[in-house]
T-cell receptor, first 114, second 112 residues
Framework: DAGITQSPRHKVTETGTPVTLRCHQT?????MYWYRQDPGHGLRLIHY???????DKGEVSDGYSVSRSKTEDFLLTLESATSSQTSVYFC?????????????FGPGTRLLVL | DQQVKQNSPSLSVQEGRISILNCDYT??????FLWYKKYPAEGPTFLIS?????DKNEDGRFTVFLNKSAKHLSLHIVPSQPGDSAVYFC???????????FGTGTRLTIIP
């Protein structure tokens, strides 16, 4: 257990509304990540953070923004949700030295955009 | 461009037999590889990893083999148990990257 929680765990929203997902860690890890999981695509990186206020884009960042104002919290925001953003979202933290890190994942947030 | 590929979406194996899950990669910079296991409605959990300086790593019933010349790795589970039924993802990284590239996953079903 890497001390990662995600909230909410489930959310239903309507197209065009903003949505914010929260990831919280208790162990002060520097790196945090947001992924989405979709059938046939595996896990795809949306954004990641390498410190407070330090973030970068992943491979599927369009339509998403992130913020990290505290080490323990990493927020993912869908500015205007679309049906294509219906997915399961996972947060992760990284443990270990560069080149041999292991990522540990939260329990996920299931998002349905109607 | 899928840099990490799992070409078998699903695999069924009899309980007690060996399960072999395969993964291919195209980026020759990758030098660290991991396998994750995922149950429905849960986050992926780390299973086993291997560095490119090795060709084999073993942890209990799980063994990962790495063939660098073929850019291929495999996960062997012996003996397979019903609790091994899950989706398995392989992932790859390299020094200084700080990110993982995942395959699309293989759903393993163990038949009692």
């Amino acid at each position: 257990d890497a001390g990662i929680t995600q909230s909410p765990r489930h959310k239903v929203t309507e197209t065009g509304t903003p949505v914010t997902l929260r990831c919280h860690q208790t162990e002060n890890h520097r790196y945090m990540y947001w992924y989405r999981q979709d059938p046939g695509h595996g896990l795809r990186l949306i954004h990641y953070s390498y410190g407070v206020k330090d973030t970068d884009k992943g491979e599927v960042s369009d339509g998403y923004s992130v913020s990290r104002s505290k080490t323990e919290d990493f927020l993912l925001t869908l500015e205007s949700a679309t049906s294509s953003q219906t997915s399961v979202y996972f947060c992760a933290i990284s443990v270990g030295t560069s080149g041999t890190e292991t990522q540990y994942f939260g329990p996920g947030t299931r998002l349905l955009v109607l | 461009d899928q840099q990490v590929k799992q070409n078998s979406p699903s695999l069924s194996v009899q309980e007690g037999r060996i399960s072999i899950l395969n993964c291919d990669y195209t980026n020759s910079m990758f030098d660290y590889f991991l396998w994750y296991k995922k149950y429905p409605a849960e986050g992926p959990t780390f299973l086993i990893s291997i560095s490119s300086i090795k060709d084999k790593n073993e942890d209990g019933r799980f063994t990962v083999f790495l063939n660098k010349s073929a850019k291929h790795l495999s996960l062997h589970i012996v003996p397979s148990q019903p609790g091994d039924s899950a989706v398995y993802f392989c992932a790859a990284s390299f020094f200084g990257n700080e990110k993982l590239t995942f395959g699309t996953g293989t759903r393993l079903t163990i038949i009692p």
